[in-house]
């Protein structure tokens, strides 16, 4: 319609100003003026693209009546699902624009879930290893709770503020396993099928054990308790003291497994190992030295007393 309109009204303008010429040049432009706001006015809506949504919560085995396992040294325990919420939905909207803009409004929806799993008969020494559909997980990403099964353990703190005090269980004599808002977009927007490494030392050896040696080896950043990256030339990097993805770093996994194995450990003695030149020992000097000096980490820069990457051997 306002093509129709401004078409005319254009060409009666450029009749008047210009002659011939000036008609068909109004009568172009009053088109083009008018094309633009019927494209406004009446185009279509662009599409309102939505994402997939959840609408149960599955994934994880819940059997009314499954035997409670009992441990003894370390077993891969699936467990069962003993208690969870609703799923938490998010949404981020794109696209779409003011204005009559053709690009398509897309919605995107994230989920989160609140869930405890039991595993076994407690009281368990520590769960070492998580794997969600056959990948071990990196814990550190994930806010999990562990709970030992002693028969003085309290409600956990979510089901607490779930539940209310009065209907909080401590599911005592059961070790078991909290999940705080777990992400699950990378599993397919459903709980993934978990499994994990439980540890149930026999009782007796290790309660009795004061101190230990510990020896790390001799690893560039082997004692430090943050995770040390090596960088590539490409940007590429690797952890060069991180190979267990239940801590930030090799150091911290070893020393967390030893004070849940050794409750009563006291002492620890390290042992730092250098590097001897010669099988004589009255010619041998014994000395820190770099696994490589062309190598670039991130995080902290190797040093011993004063020597430095490109100084040391």
């Known amino acids: 319609m306002a093509t129709l309109v401004l078409q005319t009204v254009g060409?009666?303008?450029?009749?008047?100003?210009g002659g011939p010429i000036g008609a068909a040049l109004g009568q172009a432009a009053g088109a083009a003026a008018g094309a633009a706001i019927d494209q406004r006015l009446f185009a279509p809506k662009p599409p309102h693209v939505?994402?997939?949504?959840?609408?149960?919560?599955?994934?994880?085995?819940?059997?009314?009546?499954?035997?409670?396992?009992?441990?003894?040294?370390?077993?891969r325990l699936g467990g069962q699902m003993i208690w969870a919420t609703r799923f938490e939905e998010s949404t981020v909207s794109s696209g779409g624009g003011k204005g009559g803009s053709s690009s398509p409004k897309q919605t995107s929806y994230y989920y989160y879930a609140n869930f405890a799993i039991g595993l076994c008969e407690g009281p368990i020494a520590e769960v070492r290893r998580i794997w969600a559909d056959g990948r071990e997980l990196d814990q550190t990403r994930f806010n999990i709770r562990v709970y030992r099964g002693d028969e003085t353990q309290a409600p956990d703190s979510l089901i607490l503020a779930k539940e209310g005090a009065a209907d909080a269980p401590s599911y005592?004599?059961?070790?078991?396993?909290?999940?705080e808002r777990m992400p699950l977009e990378d599993f397919g927007n459903r709980v993934p099928q978990l499994a994990f490494e439980t540890i149930r030392p026999l009782a007796g050896l290790g309660e009795a054990i004061r101190a230990l040696d510990l020896?790390?080896?001799?690893?560039?950043?082997?004692?430090?308790?943050?995770?040390?990256?090596?960088?590539?030339?490409?940007?590429?990097?690797?952890?060069?003291?991180?190979?267990?993805?239940?801590?930030?770093?090799?150091?911290?996994?070893?020393?967390?497994?030893?004070?849940?194995l050794c409750p009563a450990l006291g002492r620890v003695s390290l042992s730092v190992a250098w590097f001897g030149d010669d099988l004589r020992a009255n010619k041998c000097s014994i000395t820190p030295r770099v696994e490589r000096k062309d190598r670039s980490t991130s995080g902290e820069t190797w040093t011993v007393a004063d020597l430095t990457r490109e100084s040391a051997r």
């Open 50 to 75: 939505r994402g997939p949504r959840l609408t149960a919560l599955n994934g994880v085995a819940s059997t009314e009546g499954a035997p409670v396992p009992r441990v003894y040294g370390r077993a």
């Open 172 to 179: 005592r004599g059961l070790a078991y396993v909290v999940f």
């Open 11 to 17: 060409a009666l303008a450029g009749q008047f100003i």
């Open 215 to 260: 020896a790390p080896g001799d690893g560039e950043f082997a004692c430090a308790p943050a995770a040390r990256y090596a960088v590539a030339a490409d940007g590429s990097s690797r952890p060069v003291n991180r190979h267990m993805l239940v801590a930030e770093s090799d150091w911290t996994a070893s020393l967390d497994q030893a004070q849940t």
